[in-house]
């Protein structure tokens, strides 16, 4: 599993070194700070859009500025990075994983150029920030329906009013 977590530059130098391997190259990103049920079909539908999936995972310090901490619940993320990098990267549908130290994927996407970037259906594209990198290049932006709507901050706030 952990040889499937890759620093950036490694990532790339891999994807160069062996095109027919890796492409169509789906990617997608995100924080998954425990991993939920939601998380595995979206991950699992992405990777059926392609041969390979390259997960971008939001590091600890990017979690933090994209998920402010909130009254009553604790800081975020909840998992480390490499935890949490380590568990997608034993997921199936996941061929490989990256840590992006940004709030937003626009620079590792510059760096990979997936064929197909991936993000859930409860985005626009219009609206996503890395949507004029993928388009200015040619890649394509799909949207995945959201089978079970769930999210982790749910999931948190159900464990506190349990306890």
């Not at 859009?49 to 009553?72: A, C, F, H, M, Y």
């Not at 994927?105 to 949507?131: F, H, R, S």
């Not at 890649?139 to 009013?161: H, M, N, Q, Y």
């Amino acid at each position: 599993m952990r040889e499937s977590i890759y620093d950036i530059p490694t990532l790339a130098a891999a994807i160069a070194a062996e095109e027919a391997r890796w492409r169509p190259m789906v990617f997608t990103n995100g924080c998954f700070d425990l991993i939920h049920v939601g998380h595995v079909r979206y991950l699992a539908a992405a990777k059926a859009l392609g041969r390979t999936l390259i997960v971008g995972l939001n590091s600890d310090v990017s979690v933090r500025q994209i998920k402010p901490r909130r009254e009553g619940m604790p800081s975020r993320p909840i998992v480390p990075e490499m935890q949490r990098a380590e568990v997608l990267a034993a997921l199936k549908p996941v061929d490989g994983v990256a840590i992006f130290p940004e709030p937003t994927a626009v620079t590792i996407i510059e760096a990979l150029k997936p064929d197909i970037y991936v993000k859930g259906g409860d985005y626009k594209i219009e609206t996503l920030p890395e949507a004029p990198s993928v388009q200015a290049y040619g890649g394509r932006i799909v949207l995945c329906d959201i089978e079970i709507p769930t999210s982790t901050s749910a999931i948190v706030d159900r464990i506190l009013r349990l306890c």
